[in-house]
């Protein structure tokens, strides 16, 4: 299943998302669940995540705005890395987790903000550290 | 304290959003508490919403991504009514939607698409209706 | 069952909360499950909600904050009712509403107030109107 | 891409769940977005849910103790129905529901519980009405 | 209020789901707050969820769905456990989590199958660890 | 802007209810987006929280039930030592986060529940430590 047109083409964006650190997690993911793996890989990021319609850096950010609002913050670190491999600035970044203090309240973006103060400092983005 | 700067800066960035609907939709919440109706105009709309770093277009997108995940449902159509006043087309609005079936589930997605596709109805966006 | 010493004190309050709709309510939750409508009465109102150390006007804005914060808006009716019932004034139902525009998001906050203003005019409570 | 061999599995297992009326809203949406009815019925019912290692009852019940935790209301009504048309009864439903009361809150199981009675009416399911 | 024999009945379910850790942390609970340990003991596991009508097993899955959903994290990794005490197999709680995935989005389904892996590997249910 | 009226209130009024703790947080968000750490400064505390209408503690209750709602845990321990801050007791704390267990489920409760017990333990008030 793993030759599918889509499982490719979803590895190619997954691949320029998250890099290496995503293959990884893909592996261990799939050794635990290999059909999950496959679902993930063919119709989330094959399927929906390549569709044309929005560029890549948008759909990062409506992501990390989704991500924040619910409170998943393992994935707000991932995403806040995926936006700035492609292409989001710092600011867009802060940006976006800023605006989720209106719509999903001011905890959920303090707790997003923390994950990224983390991920910038680890790509050293952040000044004085 | 309505005429702040923040206040009137606030004013002119919701009316692009909402139009006239949203300033009928301010009066009400006026009359029932001025001071949060004052707090969303200059804080919300005036502050954290007229930030630059993101374009108006891309704020509307998290914005529906976010109220998309959090089942605010009435937000969902005001905000598709919003990214579409500031220049989405009717497939980003879609594809925003879309997406959050990856991230916030199908439920929440399907749900949406159902208030998306009223706003489309009553803008005409609909073929064959 | 129901004739434990903790049914009849969940009763009692649940009364002095809830009035004459409240025993409606009960009593249809009862017809499609009598087990589920003795735990709410004998667990909840008569056990959790009986408990001394926090009064009773309390306890409703509480509660009011936390099905603001859920979204779950036919209780978030039921909850504006029993804390005016208890001895609330309307300006401190709307501050508990206003206040979690902070803590649970802009939309969650108006969403309740919407369905307080509703509450306020069956009472006779809206100026004006 | 209908005809693979997914899309037509995932057609078979849907049609058994949700019956004609679900037809109904696969065609409804497809109209919409022809790509999220085709990613619904191939990765979703195909996929995922047609899976081995659970029975189909048992995967509409713990379906329908997300979509009650998650508030998810329409969702609720559809796979009340859903889990009576692949052979679980009632009681059974009524247990799933009324367990979310301590997992999910409850508002959640009461919300839920007035959607199930709603469909336990139109199935003829309630006694005395 | 201890020998109550609902209480009896909910110690018996609950040491058969959750075993001597789950008696561990009753009696914390019990040193912080003895009436919602006990709240918990007679209403919770001797009320609701020895209800007959649905087996112990599906009982726990219809559990995971639901902490699975809401995020709870530390709730899932005790529901693996618990699941797995009272029959279910490995795979049946993959299943259970994958199928989260539709509805309550992918990140909530990871995070999930992380708690899950945790406990697998500490009950040796890992290949190759 | 810091000087603004509604600033200088804000400062106050979360000086109070954080102490010195709460100021070094303040500090830290600042050094990664200023205008969100005045946000929360002039508008949230300075404006929101500062209205008349509800006691300082009340506020604090009310938060405490929203966020332990939410399972927002970090805010959990900070408005825990926030409401103790302003006159609470302990077992008004507990009561506060026990009755949550109706409204949003035991997990909730549960979780903060221990984050309680951690705030009460490095404070002195767990007895037998």
């Given at each position: 299943m793993e030759s599918s047109e889509a499982y490719r083409r979803g590895?190619?964006?997954?691949?320029?998302?998250?890099?290496?650190?995503?293959v990884q997690r893909a592996r261990r993911l799939?050794?635990?669940?290999p059909g999950l793996a496959n679902y993930i890989m063919e119709c989330v990021w094959g399927g929906i995540l390549s569709r044309p319609?929005?560029?890549?850096?948008?759909?990062?950010?409506?992501?990390?705005?989704?991500v924040t609002s619910l409170g998943q913050l393992p994935e707000v670190e991932q995403h806040v890395n995926g936006a700035l491999n492609v292409g989001a600035t710092k600011g867009e970044v802060i940006e976006c987790i800023v605006q989720m203090a209106v719509y999903a309240g001011r905890p959920a973006c303090l707790n997003a903000?923390?994950?990224a103060e983390k991920v910038f400092r680890e790509r050293g983005l952040l000044d004085g550290d």
């Open positions: 590895e190619v964006i997954r691949a320029e998302v998250f890099g290496e650190e995503g799939a050794r635990l669940d319609g929005l560029d890549r850096k948008t759909r990062e950010l409506i992501t990390l705005a989704s903000m923390h994950a």
